[in-house]
């Protein structure tokens, strides 16, 4: 059973910073394209960061360019979202998904991600 755990979210002040954790089991991350995406209330889900099967490739959302990274630990099978300069626009569930059915070197949040993480709350708030 493959499941994926998102972890790290919380109450931040504008201009802070949060990393994201999410940790899989039943799959390998490696084998995969990786995205991040969030919801804030009363709008659709939007991919912020989707990164290639290859790692080579990443499309980072205008809105978070410049503010958010990805990085992986292939030892634990996690990845995270590190997001700096936070604003209160930032605030939303942010999820983990995965995709094995996409490019190797195609890092896009268009098409539908298999596998999703329960999401974690970030509130970017004063």
């Known amino acids: 059973e493959v499941q994926l755990q998102a972890s790290g979210g919380g109450l931040v002040q504008p201009g802070g910073s949060l990393r994201l954790s999410c940790a899989a089991s039943?799959?390998?991350?490696?084998?995969?394209?990786i995205g991040w995406f969030r919801q804030a209330p009363g709008r659709e889900r939007e991919g912020v960061l989707c990164?290639?099967?290859?790692?080579?490739?990443?499309y980072y959302a205008d809105s978070v360019k410049g503010r958010f990274t990805f990085s992986r630990d292939n030892a634990k099978n996690t990845v995270y979202l590190q997001m700096t300069s936070l604003k209160p626009e930032d605030t939303a569930v942010y999820y983990c998904?995965?995709?094995?059915?996409?490019?190797?070197?195609?890092?896009?949040?268009?098409?539908?991600?298999?596998?999703w993480g329960q999401g974690t709350q970030v509130t970017v708030s004063s």
């Open positions: 990164i290639s099967r290859s790692g080579g490739s990443t």
């Open positions: 998904a995965t995709l094995l059915a996409i490019p190797y070197e195609v890092g896009s949040c268009d098409p539908d991600y298999d596998y």
């Open positions: 039943g799959l390998t991350f490696d084998d995969y394209a």
